[in-house]
Structures are given as C-alpha cells and as structure tokens.
C-alpha cells in the first residue's frame, strides 16, 4: 500500500483546475444503461471510483474508451448483475440498480454493506423503486429486483439521500406516466445528472429542489454530444481549506462558487479571504484562523463531506469551535488522527468540540475513510515536520492526480511504499 510523506509548514500558493466531481461521473455513467448507443462523456476524473463503475460497466457487457471523452458503448447489456467484488469496492456502485431494472426488468446488485462512516442503508432506494412498480428480494447479500412495467407515481422519500433520489430517477425516466419525488436530495450532482439524462430526451423539472417531477418516456437515446461533469465542489473545497490551513494563496480553476457556497461562507467564517474571480475562486489568509461553529446538512447546506477538512482548519484556530456532524453517524473517525498531530478535539455523539492549538507537529497517521484522508493530508501541509498518511487508497478514490496538483501548489509531498523509510523513498 502506499502513503503520502508530507513535509509541512509551507504555504500553499498558485492556481490549479478543479475536476470533474466524482459525486456526478457516478450516477451519470450508471446513467448511459438507460439508452443502448455510444454515450460520450467529458472532464470524467481518472479516480479509482470512476474505474470501478467502468469496470462494473464492463462486466455489465457494457465496454468503455477512455480518453479526453469517454466513450461507453451500452448497445448490448450481456448480464445485469453488480457483484459483491466489485460493490464491496464502491458502494455507489448500487447506482446501477434503477437503470438496469428499467433497462432489462430485471437487477441482481449485491448488498452494499456498510463502511467506515455508517451502515449506509438503502431501504429509501428500494421504497422509492417498489413506488414504480419494482419487487425486491433480499437473498443471499444481493437485492434481486424485478418488475414488468414501471409505471409513474408520487412518491415521498422518508429520508433525504443523494443516491437514492439518483436510483428513482434514473428509473423514473423510462416509467409509464409521470413521476414525483418528494424531499428530494438538491445536491448539485443531481442537477448534472438530470442535464445528462436531458439529454438522452428525458423529460425532468425540479431537480435541485425538494420536489422532482419526471415525465416518463417510451424509450431514450444516447446524447450526440459529449457531456461535461460538473466541477467537484468537495475537492475544490479541500484545496481552498488548504490555502487557509497554510496561510497560502490558492485559486481554483473552474470552481462553482454557487455550488460551492455553503463551504465558502463557513471558510470566511473562519477568517479566510475568498475572492470570486471570472475563471474560479481564490481562498487566502493573512490573519489568524478564527473558531466557528460548523453543523453539516444536506445541500444548501455545509455539505458533511467537507467535515473532516474545516475540522482540520479549526484545529489551528483561535478559540473553541464546534462541529455537529447531522447526516451520518460515525464520521469523526479522523479526530484520533488529528489527536496524534496535536490537535485537541472531544468526541460527545454526534458533536466534536475542537480547541484550537497555536500547532501541529508531523506524525505517522492512518487513513481511515475517503474526506478523513483529506482533513489529514491538510493537517499535514499545516503540521511543523514531516507527516505520513498512511492508506493512501482511500484518497485516490476521491482526489485526481492528487500529489501532482498539491506539488504545483508549492507543498512537498511524494507518494512512496509504506514499508520504505522516508529518506530512502525520497532519494528515489
Ligand atoms: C452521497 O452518499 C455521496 N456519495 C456521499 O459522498 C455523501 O457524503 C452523501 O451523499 C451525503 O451528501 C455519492 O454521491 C456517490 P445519502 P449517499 O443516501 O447517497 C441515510 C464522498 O465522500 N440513508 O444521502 O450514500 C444514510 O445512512 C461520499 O464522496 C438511509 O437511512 O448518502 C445517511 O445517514 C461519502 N436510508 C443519510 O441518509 C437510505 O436508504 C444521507 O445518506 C439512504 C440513506
């Protein structure tokens, strides 16, 4: 496995370009199921994420071209099942469900399970999908689902969630009738998933608000044109916070600040300058690095997967800050890593009180989950001395070229073995 070496206490400074969100190239290439042909689809983040729904794809009978665009070919599905080795990979990979069921009829897609931020249940995507006519089996860890002909219906999701508001739509598009989604998640991901199936003829108003209305359609076709993922607001929001962690200067290219606003009103917050600029957004601090208090909601609200990362921030700040984590229920796992680096943070349910300290001193840590690996790397660039993350698989799921864009920022970081020692890595 391999780790990060990060020698800190340098300020970040320079430009770099935001990529295509991962929280999008997921449910969209789920998406290119619905209709046979070449989908085409541009600015797809080269993640590990994004080649194991390839891959789960290809295994689908569906193969794919990667390039500058994408190309997939869903011309023939040969098999509509989503095993557990490639699920246990990639939760996400549940996104194949509603699209293969309205594709084929039928979805053999291998229980999720849960991961290291929750037990990630999915009874919201079923309910929503059993709405429309589906039946479902549990047996064996995989969902078998079934269903003749899907029919439109108004349907309340219990729950706000992202996927599962994806996994009903995607259905709902090839429904007979009209389909409503109530308490419908408005993450921006769902708006670019809805341009995408827009184009395909899908016929969607709403997405982006709490209540989606779906006409459904006899059959869609693949796009002509190639469809350009949204830029990813969580890394774009990662690489902001690590300009005001290290007191740098940072703009990132083609950033969202709409999309990005929740984030950049806690980042001045915290006494981090943003500037909206025609081409990105730019994040610098040149005072102290003030305590706020944080509570993650759904969007428009401070989004949880920046949680981890504003809680490295506020491990530095001036005063107590705390942090309310609302959406899933065991998301601190990289507070006792940040505890190694010197920060001080207690633990009570879902609240983090974090007191900040004038430092952080370099240590070896662990990567426990996608965003912690983040909020880590962050306290290293910040840390005084040198810092190993170790696990580092956790954040190639979720950051493209990751070590490349921090080093363009001026931070010394190198990827090595975790079994090397450091200055043997570094002599490489
Ligand atoms: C999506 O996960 C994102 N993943 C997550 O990003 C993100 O943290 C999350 O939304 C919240 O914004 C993708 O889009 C691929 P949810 P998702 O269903 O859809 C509960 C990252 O780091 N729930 O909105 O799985 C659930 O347990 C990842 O990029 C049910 O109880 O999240 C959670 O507490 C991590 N029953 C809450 O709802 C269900 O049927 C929100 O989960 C579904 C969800």
């Known amino acids: 496995m391999d780790k990060l070496v990060i020698r800190g206490g340098r300020p ?27 989908h085409k689809v541009s600015r797809l983040p080269d993640l590990m994420d994004t080649s194991s729904m390839l891959s789960l794809l290809g295994r689908i009978g569906c193969p794919s071209l990667v390039g500058p665009t994408v190309r997939i070919d869903t011309s023939r599905v040969s098999f509509n099942e989503a095993p557990y080795d490639l699920v246990r990979k990639m ?19 291998s229980l999720p ?42 349907f309340r999701f219990d729950i706000t969630t992202v996927t599962g508001t ?9 429904a007979e009738g009209t389909t409503i989604l109530r308490n419908a998640a408005c993450e921006p991901e769902i708006v670019d998933l809805a341009g995408f199936l827009g184009g395909m003829g899908a016929r969607i108003t709403g997405a982006g608000t709490p209540t989606i209305v779906i006409d459904g359609m006899p059959a869609l076709r693949a796009s002509r044109k190639a469809w350009a993922i949204l830029p990813d607001r969580i890394e774009s929001g990662t690489y902001l916070a690590a300009a005001a962690i290290t007191g740098g200067d940072v703009t990132v290219l083609g950033a969202d600040p709409d999309d990005l606003a929740p984030v950049l009103e806690v980042l001045r917050r915290t006494g981090t300058e943003i500037e909206l600029r025609p081409d990105g957004v730019r994040a610098f601090r040149t ?19 920046m949680q981890a990362q504003v809680m490295a921030l506020l491990s530095l700040a001036d005063g107590t800050s705390v942090i309310r984590e609302n959406i ?51 306290a290293g660039l910040a840390a005084h001395g040198t810092t190993e993350v ?19 920022l001026g931070a010394d970081v190198f990827r090595a073995a975790e079994g090397r020692p450091v200055e043997a890595a570094r002599a490489v």
């Not at 370009?17 to 789920?30: E, M, R, T, V, Y």
């Not at 079923?126 to 039946?135: F, R, W």
């Not at 994806?166 to 090839?174: G, H, I, S, T």
């Open 12 to 38: 970040l400074r320079g430009t770099i370009a935001a990529s295509g969100a991962k929280n999008a190239s997921l449910p969209i290439l789920a998406a290119t199921l619905l209709a046979p042909g070449e």
């Open 91 to 109: 939760r996400a990979s549940i996104l194949v469900l509603g699209p293969l069921l309205a594709r084929c009829g039928e979805a053999h897609v």
């Open 113 to 154: 399970g849960g991961c290291a931020i929750g037990v990630r249940p999915i009874e919201q995507h079923l309910k929503g999908l059993e709405a429309l006519g589906c039946v479902f089996e549990l047996d064996g860890g995989y969902v078998h689902g079934r269903v003749d002909r899907l029919r439109g219906a108004d």
């Open 166 to 174: 994806e996994n009903v739509m995607m259905a709902a598009v090839l």
């Open 287 to 305: 005072g102290p690095i003030l305590a706020t208090d944080v509570d993650t909601q759904p969007h428009p609200g401070f989004p949880t997967d």
């Open 328 to 378: 899933f229920e065991n998301r601190f796992m990289h507070a006792a890593e940040l505890h190694r680096l010197g920060a001080r943070i207690e633990i009570a349910g879902n609240t983090a009180t974090v007191t900040g300290s004038p430092s952080l001193r370099g240590a070896t840590v662990m990567a426990t989950d996608l965003r912690a690996s983040a909020s880590l790397v962050l």
């Open 390 to 408: 170790l696990r580092l698989y956790h954040l190639d799921r979720g950051y493209e070229r990751l070590e490349e864009k921090l080093g363009a």
